[in-house]
């Protein structure tokens, strides 16, 4: 079954609007990153973010470890924030790796 | 300067051939990955190499061999290719294995088999 789940699978918003992009995760885990891949397939990296709240200009991520998910938050949205937004994480049970979403398709609208 | 270089950026060719992916960093990390993603864009580990040390393998058919000739290189070699393979290969870098620490992702490499 899907061990990462990303929701909701699309979101298509207004040039400045704001934006919450959930993942759940179906066990413990020891990490969790966020990333962005750009409509050119690029893979940026925006948040290394295993509990707690952090902010990088107008991205933020919440992950709640004890409830199994986290929040990216994107405020003002402009064109250029639009893409696949990846959340991964590595499940505690050991295995060195990051397992990523299913991803979330955001399209800003100029 | 490029952190996770791979070539070539895009690769057609028929089934049944052989082909290779070339990646390098130059991020200095002990640890390097490839992943691929297919047309769902659903993306999955493939290998994991740690000082050259092959960790993890993702039952990944045997026609997929992977090679790391030091820290700062991974290649992936595909024989016999099928329709199947048609897909993007990311290769990526960090410090360590797994998600303790960034994970830095090359411009990846789009394969299609004809």
């Known amino acids: 079954g899907i061990q990462v789940e990303q929701s909701p699978p699309d979101l298509i918003l207004q040039e400045g609007a704001n934006s919450t992009l959930r993942c759940n995760f179906s066990?413990?885990?020891?990490?969790l990153q966020w990333f962005h891949q750009n409509p050119w397939g690029q893979l940026i990296n925006l948040f290394y973010i295993p509990s707690g709240t952090k902010q990088n200009g107008r991205l933020s991520a919440t992950t709640v470890a004890t409830e199994r998910y986290s929040l990216l938050y994107i405020s003002s949205s402009q064109t250029t924030d639009s893409g696949v937004y990846f959340c991964a994480v590595e499940f505690a049970f050991g295995n060195e790796k990051l397992t990523f979403g299913t991803g979330t398709r955001l399209t800003i609208i100029p | 300067d490029t952190a996770v270089s791979q070539t070539p950026k895009y690769l057609v060719t028929q089934m049944g051939n052989d082909k290779s992916i070339k990646c390098e960093q130059n991020l200095g990390h002990d640890t390097m990955y490839w992943y691929k993603q297919d047309s769902k864009k659903f993306l999955k580990i493939m290998f994991s190499y740690n000082n050259k040390e092959l960790i993890i393998n993702e039952t990944v058919p045997n026609r997929f061999s992977p090679k790391s000739p030091d820290k700062a290189h991974l290649n992936l070699h595909i024989n016999s290719l099928e329709l199947g393979d048609s897909a993007v290969y990311f290769c990526?870098?960090?410090?360590?294995?797994?998600?303790?620490?960034?994970?830095?992702f090359g411009p990846g490499t789009r394969l299609t088999v004809t």
């Open positions: 066990d413990s885990v020891n990490n």
């Open positions: 990526a870098s960090s410090q360590v294995p797994g998600g303790a620490y960034e994970q830095y």
